[in-house]
């Protein structure tokens, strides 16, 4: 690539939105707030590699209900070998305190069946610890390849990447937790270079079997 530092940032980004559009991964710590199904055992997938959790509420008619405490889920991420992305709801806990989760009415999973909710937000941190050396490879090459197929005006920055996911049998949107990000990337075919595409087939999103790029 050529250009100063300003247009090389530029054409980095505009290959960084199309590598996220194409693989629907995040490859670096992003903050995210995730909703998706519940089935009915209390598993919730999720749609990216999680990093940590801070909270849990129930979708109650389209309004977050109250969070759960820790005690009532666990979560597991794919950064553990054999590991899905997931929280598991109903894991167990109890507050003698609050109505409906004591301890004698099954707790925070026996609140939860009464709630309802076939959905939950998830607030946390997902995706890699780190860019994956064969992605940043991937980048530095598509960056390269949009520099030479654009003319000198096309190089301005580009928004923000943003995910829409929807998987086959399971709900699933994500809201940047920012007021004034730009509208999600819709899902993409290929990145626009067949090379680029074929050094990042390992870390597609494309269902729950490859979640967090498994």
Known sequence: MTGDDAEVAAWISAATERITAYTQQLFEPTPLVVV??????GLVLLPRRVRSV?????????DAGTSLPATAYRVTSSDVLGGVDAVHLRWGGYDDLIVGAESYNGGWRGL?????AEQARITGEFGYAEVPPLVAQACALLAAHVQAQAAPSDADSTQAPGLNVDDEGN??????KADDQDEPL????STGNTQVDALLIGYLNRGHSMIGGI
């Open 186 to 189: 819709p899902p993409s075919a």
């Open 112 to 116: 939860f069946d009464r709630w309802g």
């Open 54 to 62: 801070t909270t849990v509420a129930p979708v109650l008619d389209g």
């Open 36 to 41: 998706a199904d519940v089935a009915p055992e």
């Open 171 to 176: 709900n699933v949107r994500i809201e940047d």
